[in-house]
């Protein structure tokens, strides 16, 4: 991925009103999954690469599940039942020699399991998401762009506070928090509105008729979606 669809991607975005970063990592998530859910099967690195290191995280497994066709993901998945029945063995075979394993708790006995070593799109995501708040704050950073940035919602908090904390610009910093406190100044009108609205049967469509959504979207980032069902 090279900077300049990155930045493409997040100019698109600044043209909805959700957090950018949000959308840009919604996107590529999805981009790479649709990837994965073949590529996992069919290429022999790949599928070895994803086998190896147990699967997927939990989120990105149900994302799988709503994406692929249940045969794909059949065929990944009947190596790594093989790999779990393996491993369950083995944790039975140490339980007969020493029967105070039980008592670790269940994270000792998930580790001795040990299927998920790391997930490969939430280590993506990562990468993405280090790179898309640089490329974002180089945006912000122009005169050009900072108006198109303040009329959105703005970066959810998670995204701003990992902004501000990569930010190396006293004066960047405190434009973008100023940014936010007038984005979120926003939203809370526009949910007064809503809530107005609503006691009076005003049913006009407006911009606050998304303002509970986006508020949350604001507090904790953007609902992920799951595949296309
Ligand atoms: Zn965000
Ligand atoms: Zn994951």
């Not at 859910?37 to 497994?61: I, L």
Request: proline share 4%.
């Amino acid at each position: 991925m090279s900077d300049k669809p990155l930045r493409r991607l997040l100019l698109d975005a600044l043209a909805r009103s959700a957090c950018p970063v949000c959308a840009v990592i919604d996107a590529l998530v999805f981009d790479e999954l649709c990837h994965l859910q073949r590529a996992a099967v069919v290429d022999p690195e790949t599928h070895a690469d994803v086998v190896g290191h147990g699967g997927y995280c939990a989120d990105h497994f149900w994302y799988l599940d709503a994406l692929a066709s249940p045969v794909t993901n059949a065929e990944l998945l009947a190596p790594l039942m093989d790999r779990l029945a393996e491993r369950l063995t083995a944790v039975a075979a140490q339980l007969t020699t020493n029967p105070a394993l039980l008592r670790h708790g269940a994270v000792a006995i998930s580790t001795r399991v040990g299927m998920l070593t790391s997930c490969r799109v939430c280590e993506s995501e990562r990468v993405w998401q280090g790179a898309a708040i640089a490329a974002m704050l180089d945006i912000i950073a122009e005169s050009g762009e900072q108006q198109r940035y303040t009329r959105c919602d703005g970066l959810c908090l998670p995204h701003l506070a990992q902004a501000l904390s990569v930010c190396k610009d006293r004066v960047l910093a405190e434009s973008l928090l100023h940014t936010a406190v007038e984005q979120s100044q926003r939203l809370a009108a526009d949910l007064r509105t809503y809530v107005c609205k609503w006691e009076t049967k005003d049913r006009g469509w407006g911009p606050e008729d998304r303002a509970p959504q986006c508020s949350i979207e604001k507090l904790v980032g953007a609902k992920r979606q799951r595949g296309s069902n």
